[in-house]
Structures are given as C-alpha cells and as structure tokens.
C-alpha cells in the first residue's frame, strides 16, 4: 500500500474514532477530520468507479482507498462501539456534503 496508503489509514480510523477532531489535512483548511474524510472520498470514489482514476497522474488512489479500508476495518476491530458512533456521523456527513451544495447554486 506504501506510505501514503498508511496515512489515510491513520485518517480513516481517526474520522471512526475521533470524527470531530480538528485537522488541517490534507486541504490546508482548518476542518473536522471526519468532512476531509468524507470529501476526499466525495472527489475520488466517483472517478475511480468510472475508470478514469489516470485523471490523477501516478498517484495510486485506490491504495489510499485501500488505507480507508484498512484503517476503517482496524477502527471496528479495536473499538466496534466507537467506531460504529463514528461511522454514523461520516453517513449524516456525507449525507449532509452531498445535498447541501445544490441549494446554495
């Protein structure tokens, strides 16, 4: 997975985990760690599902998917009551990060 995959694991299992922890990754912005989650994956699922994931250059992003997972997965096995807290927030996130948008355009 390399190094950069190792990373979004770490991020992953902090969005189950920690979902309102303050961080500046990866967008420079100061955000809950749980939305940089959330739109990283908003920006980058879509692309890769539709095959186009050369779009990025030589950046693996299914490895950093792959760390997701990975992370995601270690999140449950460590903490399952955490993590489950956690990854209904990123649903009402992501939920919220897709619908919201559109009315404000």
């Known amino acids: 997975v390399g190094a ?13 985990t920690r979902p ?8 420079l912005i100061t955000m809950p760690v749980a939305l940089a989650t959330v739109v990283y994956a908003i920006l980058v699922i879509p692309v890769l599902l ?6 990025f250059g030589n950046v693996a992003q299914t490895a950093h998917l ?13 903490n399952y009551a955490q993590a489950l807290k956690g990854l209904i927030i990123v649903i009402i996130v ?5 619908i919201l948008p559109p009315l404000f355009i």
Do not use: R
């Not at 992501?94 to 897709?98: C, E, F, N, T």
């Open 94 to 98: 992501a939920i919220l990060v897709i």
């Open 50 to 55: 539709a095959g186009q994931g050369q779009q």
């Open 4 to 16: 950069s995959g190792a990373i979004f694991g770490l991020m992953a299992y902090l969005t189950l």
């Open 20 to 27: 309102f922890k303050i961080t500046q990754m990866p967008f």
């Open 66 to 78: 792959g760390g997701l997972l990975g992370g995601s997965l270690m999140a449950f096995a460590m």
